[in-house]
C-alpha cells in the first residue's frame, strides 16, 4: 500500500517562499492524479493544488492561483508544491494524497493521506 510523506513545512514571514515534498513508498504514484490540500484551525480540509499522472494538467484554489506551483517527480515517486508570497492565511497543515475518484477540486476525492505538514506564515 502506497504511504506517503510530506516534509518541508515550518514558520516564515508574509512574502517568503516554501517548497513542500510529498515522497511516497510502498508502490508507485506514477499512475495517479495527486493534490494538495490543507486544513487551518477551524477550518474544514480544502483543496490547493492538483496535478494529471504526467503532470499535463494542473489545477489551482483561486486563493493560491498565481503564488503556488505543484509539480512532480515521477522517477522520484514525489510530488511537490512550491509556495511563493506566502500569507498569514496560508497557515495550515498541508496533506498531499492520490486522486481515487471525482474532481481535483473537491477532498472527499483523494486518499492514502500523508501526516501533514505545518506551515505557520507570520505577518
Known amino acids: 500500500q502506497v504511504q506517503l510523506v510530506e516534509s518541508g513545512g515550518g514558520l516564515v514571514q508574509a512574502g517568503d517562499s516554501l517548497r513542500l515534498s510529498c515522497a511516497a513508498s510502498g508502490g508507485s504514484i506514477s499512475s495517479y492524479g495527486m493534490g494538495w490540500l490543507r486544513q487551518a484551525p477551524g477550518k474544514d480540509r480544502e483543496f490547493v493544488a492538483g496535478i494529471s499522472r504526467y503532470g499535463l494538467n494542473r489545477y489551482y484554489a483561486e486563493s493560491v492561483k498565481g503564488r503556488f506551483t505543484i509539480s512532480r517527480d515521477n522517477a522520484k515517486n514525489t510530488v511537490y508544491l512550491q509556495m511563493n508570497s506566502l500569507k498569514p492565511e496560508d497557515t495550515a497543515v498541508y496533506y498531499c494524497?492520490?486522486?481515487?475518484?471525482?474532481?481535483?477540486?473537491?477532498?472527499?476525492?483523494?486518499?492514502?493521506w500523508g501526516p501533514g505538514t505545518q506551515v505557520t506564515v507570520s505577518s
Open positions: 494524497a492520490i486522486l481515487i475518484g471525482g474532481s481535483y477540486f473537491t477532498p472527499s476525492g483523494y486518499a492514502y
